[in-house]
């Protein structure tokens, strides 16, 4: 027999959300089923039609390097195809997915990059799965190299940048909350060096959202977000304001990666206490939700962003 229902009255345990990389890319999620069951000439096409559209090569050869097989499936590619700098990017970015998992050695991912690179001289994308390595196992200073390898290839790099801030933050976490520290100044630098509709203008907010990250993870700044007074002083009320301007004028709902700057200033407008701006963020986010910054600092990215989007939503 069927298991009873629960009693009345004990709430039912909502499904925690999931979070897809491949946020809003359909061919992206297409290609990524296939190569789940072990075919890889939905990427092969995909990654052709992608062409040099270097943020959203990267978005998605990332996004496929996390398939559990990727690996094996790049290297049959490899096989058939050893000229293939499209086999030997996602070889790349799979390896170093694995050796983020601890599941492969960081000179094997490395090795597997710079034969990516070597095949595309012009390709960012080896460059950023090398930075990626970086982030989570290397040094500061092969971060900033790395960064500016895939930097002289596309100036505007979307990930790249977000990577770099990341790390940018973490610098000075015992001084507190400082308005001129470093990451604010690089990040405000950056978004002036972009065209007007480039999604780099909103990295500010994302500065904001990263120092946060390491002040509570300090204990320099509570760990309730929308109470912890970051996103209420003067600059980043200015930061905030100039970001939330650009939306509404450019949206940049065509890049990539937008619905993550879109979470990201949302977050960081419901935490400024700004729930009809918030609201209308949500709204256009949808489903589109991401770990960062909800996770931050080490909360539940689900409940976090589904008690912010009600809160905002209700009062607006």
């Not at 058939?80 to 960081?106: F, H, I, N, Q, Y």
Request: proline fraction near 8%; hydrophobic fraction near 45%.
């Amino acid at each position: 027999m069927p298991p009873p229902p629960p009693p009345l009255g004990r709430a039912r345990r909502r499904a925690a959300r999931v979070f897809d990389p491949a946020l809003d890319d359909t061919e992206l999620t297409a290609a990524r089923a296939e190569l789940e069951r072990g075919r890889w000439t939905g990427t092969r096409a995909l990654l052709a039609a992608t062409g040099p559209d270097w943020d959203r090569r990267g978005h998605r050869l990332v996004v496929l390097g996390q398939v559990p097989a990727a690996r094996s499936w790049a290297r049959e590619w490899r096989l058939a195809e050893p000229e293939s700098a499209d086999a030997a990017a996602l070889l790349a970015c799979a390896t170093v997915s694995r050796a983020l998992r601890g599941k492969d050695r960081p000179e094997h991912a490395q090795d597997a990059c710079r034969d990516a690179a070597e095949l595309a001289p012009d390709d960012p994308t080896p460059w950023l799965a090398l930075l990626l390595l970086a982030r989570g196992v290397g040094t500061e200073e092969e971060v900033v190299r790395l960064f500016d390898e895939v930097r002289h290839r596309h100036p505007a790099h979307h990930h790249a940048h977000h990577l770099i801030v990341g790390r940018l933050a973490e610098r000075r976490a015992d001084l507190g909350q400082d308005p001129l520290h470093e990451v604010y100044d690089f990040a405000s630098w950056a978004a002036d060096q972009v065209p007007p509709d480039s999604p780099l203008a909103m990295l500010p907010v994302v500065a904001h959202a990263e120092r946060y990250r390491v002040l509570a993870g300090a204990g320099r700044a509570s760990n309730a977000p929308e109470r912890s007074g970051h996103w209420t002083g003067r600059r980043a009320r200015l930061v905030l304001k100039a970001a939330f301007d650009w939306w509404l004028e450019w949206d940049g709902a065509q890049h990539p990666r937008g619905r993550i700057d879109l979470n990201f200033l949302a977050h960081a407008k419901f935490c400024e206490g700004r729930a009809a701006e918030a609201a209308a963020l949500f709204h256009r986010i949808g489903p589109y939700a991401t770990e960062e910054p909800w996770a931050y600092p080490g909360r539940d990215p689900s409940e976090a962003f589904r008690a912010a989007r009600n809160a905002a939503l209700g009062a607006a």
